[in-house]
């Protein structure tokens, strides 16, 4: 049974993107910018934010964070994003979610130009991973489940895989990755009938619902690969996925941890995607 492990191909992902840096630094004069927007203070928010700082910091990248006031109006942050959809020194601009209630998540992701939504989150993006477009922004999270999958030789084309979750962010771009990769698909959720028959002919599974030990091994398939995308905080403070890591990891050909899976990925496909703007930016994205 093999170990993905997201920590270390996330790291060998972020030496890629330094070293691209560095030659662009050197050829330009310029790097690449992320400005990252966080509205109130949630802790886990937080926590990824300065994650992304962080990274942005360790490839080179300048970077540019925000952090607004949790009752902040709408129009305000409206205000911030369409001033930073101008600022030539921002190739990327992430807006943390969730956002509070006051807040409308899509008229905000909406407002981020096409150009700079490295998160992947507008309809735009979202339609042209679907029509298997290459030049777009693909979503952080399942554009680093599909290079994890690639990086660790887990054959698509022709693969059975089964998503069990259908959101906007995870589910349904990663569905559509999948496709674009001649993977055959079964997007489960909650009123999917006898989900578990249908997880057990999976060859990949790919668990994003966000409920602690869903994926129970009885579910799972012998020689399955198996991806968890949950990050559910226990009543002991601990991280769980959403697969039940010690009888699954039995069963499996291969397994991502959690934490150490997809959530490092997630910041490595961002630094991915902002490179990739800035690069469509200085029209370097030809030459390269
Ligand atoms: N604007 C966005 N908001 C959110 C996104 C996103 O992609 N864009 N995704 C998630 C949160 N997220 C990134 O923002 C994220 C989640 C988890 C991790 C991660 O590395 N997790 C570690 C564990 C970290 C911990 O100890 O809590 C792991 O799994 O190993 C990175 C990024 C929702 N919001």
């Known amino acids: 049974m093999t170990i993905i492990d997201g920590k270390q191909t996330s790291l060998d992902i972020r030496d890629e993107i330094k070293k691209e840096i560095d030659d662009l630094r050197e050829g330009t004069g310029r790097v690449p910018g992320l400005a990252v927007v966080q ?89 042209r991973i679907l029509m298997g477009e290459e030049d777009c922004f693909k979503s952080c999270t399942p554009y680093g489940i599909i290079e994890l999958l690639k990086r660790y030789n887990v054959e698509l084309s022709g693969a059975d895989a089964v998503v069990i979750g259908r959101s906007n962010i995870v589910g349904k771009p990663l569905a559509a990755l999948l496709i674009n990769e001649s993977a055959t698909v079964t997007v489960c959720h909650s009123r999917t009938k006898e989900l578990a028959e249908k997880v057990k002919q999976a060859d990949i599974v790919i668990a994003a619902v966000g409920i602690k030990g869903f994926v129970t091994a009885d579910m799972v398939k012998e020689g399955a690969v198996v991806i968890d995308v949950g990050i559910n905080r226990g009543e002991d403070g601990k991280l769980y996925g959403d697969v039940e890591f010690d009888g699954v990891s039995k069963k499996a050909k291969a397994i991502t941890p959690v934490p150490g899976g997809v959530g490092p990925m997630t910041i490595a496909m961002l630094m991915k995607n902002t490179l990739k703007s800035f690069k469509k930016y200085q029209n370097l994205d030809k030459k390269n």
């Open 39 to 127: 509205v109130g203070e949630n802790p886990a928010s937080r926590v990824y934010v300065n994650s992304k700082v962080r990274t942005c910091e360790a490839v080179g990248m300048h970077s540019e964070k925000y952090l607004l006031a949790k009752d902040v109006s709408q129009d305000e942050l409206v205000e911030l994003i369409e001033k930073l959809n101008r600022d030539e020194k921002i190739n990327g601009i992430l807006v943390q979610l969730p956002l509070p209630k006051h807040i409308d998540e899509e008229l905000i992701t909406e407002t981020i130009s096409s150009e700079k939504d490295v998160d992947g989150f507008k309809a735009e993006n979202l339609g």
